[in-house]
């Protein structure tokens, strides 16, 4: 049975493609998989996916949240409760429309 489990894990994982996290480095939209997009514009790059509603979730993944990127630019972002938990050149900071002290993590150079 476990057996069974661990072989259909890895045949999924050959044939459905890379799982990619929300926040990955990338340089190009292939290494951010089905459905994302690589934000080149944000320091590293920046897998994720577009949004409507900044400070809500609905169209984002499970841990993540829409936020502002800059440019009118709204991503899905994980959430974080410390800069150390974001990558370089990344902080934990509030957003707009969100629950009070609530954060994810956001380029350092974003302004409104």
Request: contains cysteine; glycine residues 12%; hydrophobic residues 30%.
């Amino acid at each position: 049975m476990v057996r069974a489990f661990v072989v259909s894990s890895v045949l999924c994982v050959v044939a459905c493609g890379p799982v990619v996290n929300i926040g990955a480095t990338c340089t190009t939209r292939e290494e951010c998989g089905s459905g994302h997009s690589c934000i080149s514009a944000a320091p590293g790059g920046f897998c994720s996916k577009s949004c409507a509603d900044e400070g809500r979730g609905t169209d984002c993944p499970g841990g993540t949240v829409c936020t502002y990127f800059g440019a009118s630019v709204l991503v899905c972002s994980t959430f974080c409760t410390d800069t150390a938990q974001c990558r370089v050149n990344y902080q934990c900071a509030e957003f707009k429309g969100g629950e009070a002290g609530k954060r994810a993590c956001q380029p350092d150079n974003v302004t409104r």
